[in-house]
């Protein structure tokens, strides 16, 4: 059973939603104890991260997904929520985050190295390129296009945590993960085939751990 976090700001319909399509069976609650019952949890999130953390913070839902990670069972980060996962971030001021992941979350410059300008915020179709497609969640996934809509971008100096990049005009980090912590910048739930396949994927590693429990 997979739990999505109802924090409040999260795109819980379609989420679900996708989960429903892929016949995976899933808890939307703000409960920690119902939370704390489930094989696998989805951090969904659209808005500002301050925002986001403050929630996560006053309801203990910040230290329960710690304690979760930090108990080896499967997580996902989507949108805003990847970006939860990591150190800090510069949105409207500095921001602890989770601190599962190494990095910190900074606005797009809207200028490449050589000067050139690009559109703030990255909204669109962008391909995938995977720097590790032997991670669980991409194993046998097509580095096809997904959707993205974000102005707040992952910096890290660990390039082990990466495990897909998209470009545009600047390198995104599209899919992050180390161990059973994982997350995507783009929405999978508004990524067609290759969005779904990556639900999919993540179905499978939960399914694999109840099984490796049992």
Known sequence: MIGIVDYGMGNLHSV????????????????????????????????????????????GLAAFIQDWA???????????????????????????GICLLPGRIERFSGKTESGETYKVPHM?????????????????????????????VVNTDDESV????????????AVVGRGYVMGTQFHPEKSSTVGMSIL????ELVEKEVAERE
């Open 16 to 59: 679900s939603k996708a989960l429903e399509r892929l016949g995976l069976d899933y808890v939307l609650t703000d409960s920690i104890e119902e939370l704390a019952e489930m094989d696998g949890l989805i951090l969904p999130g659209v808005g500002a991260f301050p925002d986001a953390m403050d929630i996560l913070n006053e309801t």
């Open 70 to 96: 930090f108990a080896r069972k499967p997580l996902l980060g989507i949108c805003l929520g990847m970006q939860l996962l990591f150190e800090e971030s510069d949105e409207h001021g500095k921001t602890k």
């Open 124 to 152: 669109g179709w962008n391909k995938l390129s995977f720097t590790n497609n032997e991670h669980p969640l991409l194993e046998g996934v097509e580095e096809g296009h997904v959707y993205f809509v974000h102005s707040y």
């Open 162 to 173: 990466l495990l897909a990049t998209s470009d545009y005009d600047v390198r995104v980090p």
């Open 200 to 203: 999919k994927k993540f179905g």
